[in-house]
């Protein structure tokens, strides 16, 4: 089983991670959000005129984090469930601020919220077999 939710977390973690490193490099690249089909207007109840420090936080807390825990399960350090955890509170904690800064809610946003989740559970259930260990 710990090899089913390693495997499990390791695609979620890629689904957000190339996800995250695709739109933040097009917000990036085009802070208008243009280039993603975006209006600045979206942006309206937020504290950005642009996209490109959304695009920036995207790309560290999404995108190269859910890398980086993904070396961390292939290696098996010791701490890589309380990574997937961690991971999948902060992709939570995003779509929920955006969510509540754009006053909308899209199917990628559900889409993401349940990927968050699987991504607590997963690893509080590895964190729980290497502690029975």
Not at 31 to 57: D, K
Not at 66 to 90: D, M, N
């Amino acid at each position: 089983m710990s090899a089913a939710l390693r495997i499990l977390s390791i695609l979620l973690l890629l689904f957000n991670g190339i996800g995250a490193f695709y739109g933040s490099i097009k917000f990036i690249t085009d802070p208008t959000g243009a280039s993603m089909g975006m209006s600045l207007t979206i942006l309206e109840h937020s504290p950005f005129t642009n996209y490109l420090i959304p695009g920036i936080i995207m790309l560290l807390a999404n995108g190269i984090m859910s890398f980086v825990v993904i070396a961390l399960i292939l290696f098996k350090t010791r701490f890589y469930p309380l990574a997937i955890i961690a991971e999948g509170c902060i992709l939570f904690g995003w779509i929920t601020i955006q969510v509540i800064m754009l006053r909308t809610i899209a199917g990628l946003h559900i889409t993401l919220w349940a990927v968050a989740l699987l991504l607590i559970i997963s690893g509080f259930l590895l964190n729980g077999k290497l502690q029975t260990r």
